[in-house]
């Protein structure tokens, strides 16, 4: 097989890197990659494979002599482009949302109905879904083949990274403002995301976000399933990155236990937590040996903006409220007067305390405590699964009353898993089918 010449399009510097990286594994290096963007990120640089790239105009000229090109980021700039990589014999890909619901642009999560794509002619459009609808197809897909699905109920805990980069920034710069005991401005971004909830807003007289609206038509056309039902409630969560979902599926059938676990484990692109599979890959992120041929997940250190953010915020808003600050340091001063005559009290309980977590007694997490090490996480959030090409399941429960209910706790990387991940399979699957 040729390697084929592939330009990423309109992707963020983290999301370019993560395609970058997985392409690169598959021998899309040099001259075989190309990346470009629009006004905010051409002229940037993304390392790719220890080297630094710089990110190029995203223009016709620059996608004359690709083969394949992947569009992330602006939808805008995807409709633009699209038609130009098509008069020139390119096939795209689009994870900007852009061609999702045109009859002749295939929706593909390749282990859930890859065998879809079929023959392609030269210029096709490919649609990868919402990282969202990724993530629910790759989990539904081994119960709908356990029995059938009726209905899921999903709530949705999205994260401030779907709302872009401006709302990480909005984060980051409530979450100090109220820590700082600032009042908030508004005026940039009317929403409080930091240490709150926010339901999605509806669009329309039906209550329903778009989003929403998405997961409830999309989903069931990956799933071969159109009488299922998919509702789901989006919440916005004071979390930069990852998302994680509570899940309650109705099947068609009573199912057991075992046979959930099992059904799951099965699934592609799915890691169940305490399953074999997951303790190899925790092994394998530890630095453990893996034994020949096993395939585990590439996973990077977990991205938390907020210790950088908050430094660079603390000291921009220290720069600009100096007299609030000194009024705060003496309010802090006397508060901590009175702490230390509170702590002199208790200094000796705190150390009969210490002494029964050094023996063992007390709480259960006395032994984990005192070894420094963590215990292996039964239901990982998505600062645990940071990186990971997987979906983590967990929790999964049979309901006792109800045994056609099934419920779970699911968490992943929505860019790397839900974008990345599935743009690339989608490439592997259109240039290499036997793959």
């Known amino acids: 097989m040729i390697t084929p010449r592939v330009a990423i399009v309109g992707a963020s510097t983290e999301l370019s890197s993560d ?12 001259d075989r ?19 630094r790239v710089r990110v190029g105009a995203a223009t016709r000229e620059a996608l004359a002599d690709v083969d394949v090109a992947l569009f992330c980021g602006d939808p805008r700039l995807a409709a633009r482009l699209i038609p130009q990589a098509r ?26 109905n890859g065998e879809e794509i ?25 119960l709908v083949r356990l029995g059938g699905l009726r209905r899921v109920v999903a709530t949705v805990l999205a994260p401030a990274s779907r709302l872009g980069a401006i709302g990480v920034e909005a984060l980051s710069r409530q979450s100090v403002a109220l820590m700082q005991g600032r009042s908030l401005d508004r005026a940039g ?6 240490f709150n909830l926010r339901v999605q807003p509806g669009q329309d007289a039906t209550g329903w976000a778009d989003a929403e609206e998405g997961l409830a038509s999309v989903v069931p056309a990956l799933l071969s399933a159109p009488d299922a039902v998919v509702a789901a409630t989006l919440v916005r969560v004071p979390v930069f990155f990852g998302t994680a979902m509570s899940l309650d599926v109705e099947l068609e059938g009573e199912v057991g236990i075992e046979q959930v676990v099992a059904a799951l484990r099965a699934g592609p692109g799915l890691l169940v937590s305490g399953s074999p599979e997951e303790e190899l890959a925790r092994a394998i992120v530890g630095g453990a040996d893996a034994e020949p041929g096993d395939e585990v997940p ?6 938390d903006p907020s210790e950088v953010d908050f430094e660079l915020e603390a000291e921009d808003d220290e720069l600009r409220d100096d007299e609030d600050d000194e009024d705060d340091e003496r309010e802090l001063d ?24 050094a023996s063992g007694d007390g709480d259960d997490d006395g032994e984990a405590a005192t070894s420094g090490e963590a215990p292996p996480d039964p239901a990982p959030g998505p600062v645990e699964v940071a990186g990971s090409d997987f979906v983590h399941v967990s929790r999964v429960r049979v309901d006792p009353r109800r045994p056609t209910a099934v419920a779970m706790w699911v968490a992943f990387d929505e860019v790397r898993r839900g974008v990345a991940r599935n743009l690339v399979a989608i490439l592997e699957t259109v240039v290499d089918p036997e793959a």
């Open 19 to 30: 395609i970058a990286e997985m392409l690169a594994d598959r021998g899309v290096v040099g």
């Open 33 to 51: 990659l190309r990346l470009l963007g629009g006004e905010e990120t051409a002229g940037e640089t993304v390392e790719v494979g220890g080297r």
């Open 87 to 112: 008069d020139g014999g390119a096939l795209s890909i689009d994870a900007t949302g852009c061609t999702r619901g045109l009859a002749a642009v295939p929706a593909i999560v390749p282990e859930v």
């Open 118 to 142: 079929g023959e392609l002619a030269p210029g096709a459009v490919v649609a990868s879904p919402d990282p969202l609808a990724v993530a629910l197809a790759l989990v539904l897909a081994p």
């Open 189 to 194: 971004f009317p929403e409080q995301l930091a």
């Open 298 to 303: 590439r996973r990077r250190a977990a991205r």
């Open 334 to 357: 006397e508060e901590f007067e009175d702490e230390d005559e509170d702590e002199e009290n208790d200094d000796e309980d705190d150390l009969d305390g210490d002494a029964d977590l």
